[in-house]
């Protein structure tokens, strides 16, 4: 790694994407794709574009997408089942102000060369919103069909981070790896909008010290409230050991149902809760007070139409805790 790259690895990054979703001591709102209540694995991607206008327009700091390339009929969700990068490209014109973040690429299945071009590429069109956050997969059916062992994912998925992490930063990089040797060429085009943020999910198969040294941010899963605040503070103090420049976000999805009664009680549901929109207010305050930056909601589990759901939550629940401005946004 040059010295240039080494410096910038150092420094938040200021890509419009990472600011409006990410600031210390705030917190901001997220939604999955798709924005759709379905019962199994496979959702209707009908009606998306209008909801995600609406999400958009309505103060969402950022629209997630999943990366899932094979159906596993046990594992019992899609996500918004067309391949991420073709499907972040189609929201362009619907998604103008929010970030586009991915939740997560699976790069042990991905070639470097290919996801880098395809986030640069993608960091052009949208005006630098793209926020990439990537994993190591959790999947085991995926793995054989790419001829990958699963057991190696782990040493795969810091290679392939490392190889795309230099394609993005450098120009002309020599790289020697067991994905490829890469002599006397280089990546076109490079990211337009400062270094691009890269944040990762969960464990993906490495130690808490090597993410947060790493990494830009860190996406975690919903957890009794009690058990979050001390994963935020494990992870605050990973950052402090690791020695970084600046306080590196956390993110965490949330499954919520929405109950018409404002005031309803949370009950737990998979991987979030049932409850009304002053109760997840309250819970909203309190995440943050945990050092929690974004919490990204998913409405797969929803009793409400979904429409009406996005609605509430954009008048009664988002400008509570907005996206944050930045000076450089010029979405094209």
Same mark, same amino acid.
């Given at each position: 790694?040059?010295?240039?790259?080494?410096?910038?690895?150092? *420094?938040?990054?200021?890509? !419009?994407?990472?600011?409006?979703? =990410?600031?210390?001591?705030?917190? $901001?709102? @997220?939604?999955? #794709?798709?924005?759709?209540?379905?019962?199994?694995?496979?959702?209707?991607?009908?009606?998306?574009?209008?909801?995600?206008?609406?999400?958009?327009?309505?103060?969402?700091?950022?629209?997630?997408?999943?990366?899932?390339?094979?159906?596993?009929?046990?594992?019992?969700?899609?996500?918004?089942?067309?391949?991420?990068?073709?499907?972040?490209?189609?929201?362009?014109?619907?998604?103008?102000?929010?970030?586009?973040?991915?939740?997560?690429?699976?790069?042990?299945?991905?070639?470097?060369?290919?996801?880098?071009?395809?986030?640069?590429?993608?960091?052009?069109?949208?005006?630098?919103?793209?926020?990439?956050?990537? *994993?190591?997969?959790?999947? !085991?059916?995926?793995?054989?069909? =790419?001829?990958?062992?699963?057991? $190696?994912? @782990?040493?795969? #998925?810091?290679?392939?981070?490392?190889?795309?992490?230099?394609?993005?930063?450098?120009?002309?990089?020599?790289?020697?790896?067991?994905?490829?040797?890469?002599?006397?060429?280089?990546?076109?085009?490079?990211?337009?909008?400062?270094?691009?943020?890269?944040?990762?999910?969960?464990?993906?198969?490495?130690?808490?010290?090597?993410?947060?040294?790493?990494?830009?941010?860190?996406?975690?899963?919903?957890?009794?409230?009690?058990?979050?605040?001390?994963?935020?503070?494990?992870?605050?103090?990973?950052?402090?050991?690791?020695?970084?420049?600046?306080?590196?976000?956390?993110?965490?999805?949330?499954?919520?149902?929405? *109950?018409?009664?404002?005031?309803?009680?949370?009950?737990?549901?998979?991987?979030?809760?049932?409850?009304?929109?002053?109760?997840?207010?309250?819970?909203?305050?309190?995440?943050?007070?945990?050092?929690?930056?974004?919490?990204?909601?998913?409405?797969?589990?929803?009793?409400?139409?979904?429409?009406?759901?996005?609605?509430?939550?954009?008048?009664?629940?988002?400008?509570?805790?907005?996206?944050?401005?930045?000076?450089?946004?010029?979405?094209?």
């Amino acid at each position: 790694m040059n010295a240039a790259l080494h410096a910038s690895l150092t *420094a938040a990054p200021t890509t !419009p994407g990472f600011v409006r979703m =990410f600031a210390p001591g705030k917190l $901001t709102l @997220g939604l999955f #794709f798709p924005i759709a209540a379905y019962e199994g694995d496979m959702p209707s991607l009908e009606g998306q574009t209008t909801l995600a206008a609406a999400a958009d327009e309505g103060g969402f700091a950022a629209l997630w997408t999943r990366d899932v390339p094979l159906r596993d009929p046990s594992f019992g969700d899609l996500g918004q089942v067309l391949d991420p990068w073709v499907w972040m490209t189609y929201m362009l014109p619907y998604v103008k102000q929010a970030a586009l973040a991915t939740g997560s690429l699976i790069l042990p299945l991905r070639h470097p060369v290919h996801t880098a071009k395809a986030a640069a590429s993608l960091d052009l069109l949208s005006g630098g919103r793209l926020v990439t956050g990537v *994993a190591s997969g959790d999947r !085991p059916v995926e793995f054989p069909a =790419f001829g990958v062992d699963l057991s $190696t994912r @782990g040493e795969r #998925f810091r290679e392939t981070f490392a190889y795309l992490e230099t394609l993005l930063g450098e120009s002309f990089p020599r790289i020697h790896s067991s994905l490829g040797a890469l002599v006397g060429a280089d990546l076109v085009p490079k990211p337009g909008h400062g270094r691009m943020p890269i944040g990762v999910t969960g464990g993906s198969q490495q130690s808490p010290d090597w993410i947060a040294a790493n990494a830009d941010f860190w996406l975690t899963y919903p957890r009794a409230p009690q058990v979050q605040a001390q994963i935020a503070g494990d992870w605050r103090a990973a950052v402090e050991r690791a020695g970084a420049a600046f306080q590196k976000p956390v993110a965490q999805s949330l499954y919520i149902d929405l *109950a018409a009664d404002p005031d309803e009680p949370p009950r737990p549901i998979h991987l979030g809760f049932r409850l009304g929109r002053n109760r997840l207010i309250e819970l909203l305050r309190m995440f943050s007070q945990m050092g929690v930056n974004h919490v990204a909601f998913v409405l797969k589990f929803s009793r409400r139409p979904v429409a009406e759901v996005l609605d509430e939550l954009t008048r009664e629940v988002v400008p509570l805790f907005p996206a944050h401005r930045s000076a450089s946004h010029c979405p094209s």
